[in-house]
């Protein structure tokens, strides 16, 4: 089958990204693979989508870095979407919100479209516009997720500051990777509107119940159609540990990877939010989970399964292309 995986911009992947993972694991498989930026998205004048693609050669890679490399030196070519099978949408609209706010909404809205042709979509784009912003979060039951306030007001922020007994999370509504999220304490009273603004600028700010089991960092466990992704007995699943005096566990913020597994409170969470992630489209999301809370859920291109597939010696990709397949095979 021909899968067309949709990235920001491809001369900005990594050999690190789990993209890059799945993309060489389909191609292994046989699969014919193409990449496209957001930015390179068609809509053609017989009424079909197409895309500025590059095409991932017909030859055996060594490695994910010599992998990218020969997609990156392959020229583009306009492609018609009546050859995909796939379109895979791992493009993060959070990522362009302040340089190309133009390619925020694009992969939805090309997706919609290409779900109406018969394609198969991943995540389902119609899941991932209701999911576009962290307000998703508040979907899911109340007892698995720190309480919250979304506003744009300071008197709102204020009064949740005094019932958390001064000590909150603040973040934008719309961003991703740990940007801009900040701990508010009593040592911050005299930044803490500057900070309420400098969020405010861009949307809604998010203020959150601080939970000290924050200090052993996050577990990010992946789910694929609402339940763990297994293989071999082993979860996908990752403990991010932050840096001293950082409050952010996320890896590119300076966070380190180490195994993790299932634990009740981690079932009682999936049990929980699983339905409405199935019936809601998502194919292959990322939970945040800090203690016995849910913090965010990534449904756009949530990474860290080639650490977990490194920690538990088992190839995730593997398991989440057969599973795409089976999924394409259900469709048609």
Not at 84 to 107: F, S, T, Y
Not at 216 to 232: I, S, T, W
Not at 319 to 330: F, H, L, N
Request: proline share 4%; with cysteine; hydrophobic share 40%.
């Amino acid at each position: 089958m021909t899968i067309t995986f949709v990235v920001n911009q491809v001369g900005k992947e990594s050999a690190g990204y789990t993209t890059t993972a799945l993309a060489l694991e389909a191609h292994k498989r046989g699969h014919t693979v193409y990449y496209v930026g957001v930015g390179d998205l068609v809509y053609l004048s017989d009424g079909r989508l197409g895309g500025h693609c590059r095409r991932v050669p017909g030859r055996e890679f060594r490695s994910l870095h010599t992998f990218l490399d020969a997609v990156l030196e392959t020229e583009k070519k306009l492609v018609s979407s009546d050859k995909w099978d796939v379109l895979w949408l791992r493009n993060d609209p959070a990522a362009d919100m302040e340089k190309r706010p133009w390619a925020q909404d694009a992969g939805m809205l090309f997706g919609q479209l290409a779900s109406q042709q018969g394609i198969t979509v991943l995540n389902s784009p119609e899941g991932l516009i209701k999911a576009s912003n962290k307000m998703y979060l508040q979907y899911f039951p109340e007892s698995v997720r720190p309480r919250t306030v979304i506003t744009r007001n300071m008197a709102d922020v204020e009064a949740f500051y005094r019932e958390q007994n001064h000590r909150i999370i603040l973040k934008p509504l719309k961003g991703s990777g740990g940007k801009n999220v900040f701990l508010i304490d009593k040592k911050d009273d005299k930044n803490r509107k500057q900070i309420v603004e400098a969020i405010c600028r861009d949307g809604f700010a998010i203020a959150q119940e601080y939970l000290p089991a924050a200090k052993k960092g996050d577990v990010r466990l992946f789910l694929m159609d609402g339940e763990p992704l297994m293989r071999n007995g082993k979860v996908a699943a990752i403990q991010r540990v932050q840096q001293a005096g950082e409050i952010r566990s996320n890896i590119h913020q300076g966070g380190k990877a180490k195994p993790a597994g299932m634990t009740t409170e981690i079932e009682t969470i999936v049990d929980a939010v699983g339905p409405l992630l199935r019936q809601d489209g998502m194919f292959l999301v990322g939970l945040d989970i800090v203690g016995d809370k849910l913090m965010e859920i990534n449904v756009f291109s949530p990474g860290g399964l080639i650490h977990a597939s490194e920690f538990h010696g088992v190839d995730f990709m593997e398991e989440v292309i057969t599973a795409m397949e089976r999924k394409v095979d259900k469709n048609r």
